[in-house]
């Protein structure tokens, strides 16, 4: 899958703002490093391995009734497409 670090940087700092995460604290939940962000925007790159991980996991929670940010692909969910939010 292509991706862009700076959409997938919108992904976690939209997934923290609607789960009312910190970034650091959602880029840990997504990425199991709390200083992706703070990478990125300091010129490091992501991985394609970490950007399929930061999609599956935040698709796998993104809160119901909230839409995907625009221009990014979202993940087929394992069961169909029934997204369940996270607890």
Do not use: C, K, Q
């Not at 999609?55 to 909230?66: F, K, N, Q």
Request: aromatic share 4%; glycine share 12%; net charge positive.
């Amino acid at each position: 899958m292509v991706h862009s670090d700076r959409l997938l940087v919108t992904l976690i700092r939209d997934f923290a703002a609607a789960r009312g995460l910190s970034v650091s604290y959602a880029s840990r939940l997504l990425t199991g490093s709390g200083d992706t962000v703070e990478r990125v925007n300091g010129g490091m790159s992501i991985t394609g391995r970490r950007a399929e991980t930061i999609l599956r996991r935040a698709s796998e929670s993104w809160p119901a009734g909230l839409a995907w940010p625009a221009g990014l692909p979202r993940p087929a969910s394992p069961g169909g497409d029934d997204r369940t939010p996270a607890r």
